[in-house]
Nanobody, 125 residues
Framework: VQLQASGGGLVQAGGSLRLSCVVSGQTSSSTSRAWFRQAPGKEREFVAVMFRNGGNTYYADSVKGRFTISRDNAKNTVLLQMNSLKPEDTAVYYC???????????????????WGQGTEVTVSS
């Protein structure tokens, strides 16, 4: 399974970006898809997840109401629409996939065994 993330860039505070992650090797229905981020000097943190069964979504409190995770099954792609961006959203964003993650463990990177290479998002104030 391979994941390829794209869509990062430089944006002013209050702006929007949409990240994409193309997944090859497994269909959308077989894996849950998530986004994590890692700011300089900080640990990787959970952003959002969409479960494989039913597509239920969950978000970190810091992005709830501003970010939306979705998927395009035809393109086997998971998207992260980011609105009302803040300087504290600056980080490298990673997409991840798992066929075993459960709700109580969605925030733990070690529950995801497939990772993309990351795409950098910089939000200027």
């Amino acid at each position: 399974v391979q994941l390829q993330a794209s869509g990062g860039g430089l944006v002013q505070a209050g702006g929007s970006l949409r990240l994409s992650c193309v997944v090859s090797g497994q269909t959308s229905s077989s894996t849950s898809r998530a986004w994590f981020r890692q700011a300089p000097g900080k640990e990787r943190e959970f952003v959002a997840v969409m479960f494989r069964n039913g597509g239920n979504t969950y978000y970190a409190d810091s992005v709830k109401g501003r970010f939306t995770i979705s998927r395009d099954n035809a393109k086997n792609t998971v998207l992260l629409q980011m609105n009302s961006l803040k300087p504290e959203d600056t980080a490298v964003y990673y997409c991840a996939a798992s066929n075993r993650v459960i709700l109580s463990a969605i925030r733990y990177p070690n529950q995801y065994h497939y990772w993309g290479q990351g795409t950098e998002v910089t939000v200027s104030s």
